[in-house]
C-alpha cells in the first residue's frame, strides 16, 4: 500500500449532484488535510485535523463538508459545487499537525465540474 | 500579491544543461521546503532549510537558504528529463500565522 491514497482520481460530476472524495494514509500518521491545486496558483488549505479533530477551516465555502472519523481517513463531501471549483484535490498527511512537519501528499483528485 | 515568489513560471531546456530556480519572499522565514510534483502525481517533499545560509546537496539538486531567510533556490546540475515536474517552495513565517504557506511553483521540462 502506498502511503496516502486518494479515490477516486478522476471525478466529473455536474453542478447539482452530491459525491464524496476520499482519502486513507498507511504511515500512522495523525493529521491530515485537504489542499485545493488551481494551474498557476499556490496550493490552497482547507481544512486540517490533527488527532480527528478539525483545527483549521481556511474559509471553505459550506458546499464543501470534510468528514475524519479516524485518523486514517479523511472524506470531503461535495454539494452544488461551481465551475470555479473545478481543480486537483490533493489529500495530505504528517505526524501532527505542526507546520515544521514534513507533509506526504496523496496523488489527488481531478475534479470537473459541469 | 504571492507571499512566495517563484520564478521562473516555466522553464524547458536540452537535457544535460544545468538552472536555477527561485522562491522569494519579503517575509522571514523559519524553515522552508522543496517539493517536487510529477505529472499525474502529488507532491514530493525534496528537502527542509532552517538556517539562513544553509546549503543542502541532493545528488545534482542543491538548495540554498537565504541568510537573512527571505528567498531559497533550487539549482539542478545536468538535468535529466526524470528531472522534469513542478518545484514547489513552501514555507513557515510569524507573519503568516506559523502556517505552511506555498508558492505556485515552477514548472519545468526536461527534453532529451
Known amino acids: 500500500e502506498t502511503g496516502v491514497t486518494q479515490t477516486p482520481r478522476h471525478l466529473v460530476m455536474g453542478m447539482t449532484n452530491k459525491k464524496s472524495l476520499k482519502c486513507e494514509q498507511h504511515?500512522?500518521?495523525?493529521?491530515m488535510y485537504w489542499y485545493k491545486q488551481s494551474a498557476k496558483k499556490p496550493l490552497e488549505l482547507m481544512f486540517v485535523?490533527?488527532?480527528?479533530?478539525?483545527?483549521e477551516n481556511n474559509s471553505v465555502p459550506s458546499r464543501f463538508s470534510p468528514e475524519c472519523p479516524n485518523s486514517s481517513h479523511l472524506f470531503l463531501h461535495l454539494h452544488t459545487l461551481q465551475p470555479e471549483d473545478s481543480a486537483l484535490y490533493l489529500c495530505?498527511?504528517?505526524?501532527?499537525?505542526?507546520?515544521?512537519?514534513?507533509?506526504?501528499f496523496g496523488d489527488g483528485t481531478r475534479l470537473s465540474i459541469l | 500579491t504571492q507571499l512566495l515568489e517563484q520564478s521562473p513560471q516555466f522553464l524547458s531546456i536540452q537535457e544535460g544543461e544545468n538552472l536555477t530556480v527561485y522562491c522569494n519572499s519579503s517575509?522571514?522565514?523559519?524553515?522552508l521546503q522543496w517539493y517536487r510534483q510529477e505529472p499525474g502525481e502529488g507532491p514530493v517533499l525534496l528537502v527542509t532549510?532552517?538556517?539562513?545560509?544553509e546549503v543542502k546537496k541532493l545528488k545534482r539538486l542543491t538548495f540554498q537558504f537565504g541568510d537573512a531567510r527571505k528567498d531559497s533556490s533550487l539549482h539542478i546540475t545536468a538535468a535529466q528529463p526524470g528531472d522534469t515536474g513542478l518545484y514547489l517552495c513552501a514555507g513557515v513565517a510569524v507573519e503568516y500565522g506559523n502556517k505552511l504557506v506555498f508558492g505556485a511553483g515552477t514548472i519545468l521540462r526536461v527534453k532529451s
Open positions: 495530505a498527511s504528517s505526524q501532527v499537525a505542526a507546520s515544521n512537519q514534513p507533509q506526504h
Open positions: 504511515l500512522g500518521h495523525n493529521a
Open positions: 532549510v532552517v538556517t539562513g545560509g
Open positions: 517575509s522571514v522565514f523559519s524553515s
Open positions: 485535523y490533527n488527532f480527528k479533530e478539525q483545527t
